[in-house]
Nanobody, 123 residues
Framework: QVQLVESGGGLVQAGGSLRLSCAPSGRTFNTYAMGWFRQAPGKEREFVAATSWNGGTTFSAESVKGRFTISRGNAENTVYLQMNSLNAKDTAVYYC????????????????WGQGTQVTVSS
């Protein structure tokens, strides 16, 4: 069974940093685009960032530009989300997604999704 497993979430103070990781199991994803979404309580899931299979094309939401960076280590078959200057509005469950093209991931049409990891930013 193919799974995407997120890790790295937790509780952090405003202004702090976290690094999320997403590691697939059951198959390799190093030729797939991957990305991150988040869902805050009472809100719809929203796009955060996405990267093509080789990192050559990336997209980021306006709300995280300059603070969050998506990257991947294909040798590790993993995608990362470095989150800096966190604030309370970043509190959400963060989900990893994967599919063949970065636009498919960006548009929330990915075939593969993880279970999510909670990020809580205290003010």
């Amino acid at each position: 069974q193919v799974q995407l497993v997120e890790s790295g979430g937790g509780l952090v103070q405003a202004g702090g940093s976290l690094r999320l990781s997403c590691a697939p199991s059951g198959r390799t994803f190093n030729t797939y685009a991957m990305g991150w979404f988040r869902q805050a309580p009472g809100k719809e899931r929203e796009f955060v960032a996405a990267t093509s299979w080789n990192g050559g094309t990336t997209f980021s939401a306006e709300s995280v530009k300059g603070r969050f960076t998506i990257s991947r280590g294909n040798a590790e078959n993993t995608v990362y989300l470095q989150m800096n200057s966190l604030n309370a509005k970043d509190t959400a469950v963060y989900y990893c997604a994967a599919d063949l093209t970065v636009r498919t991931v960006r548009d929330a049409e990915a075939a593969y999704w993880g279970q999510g990891t909670q990020v809580t930013v205290s003010s």
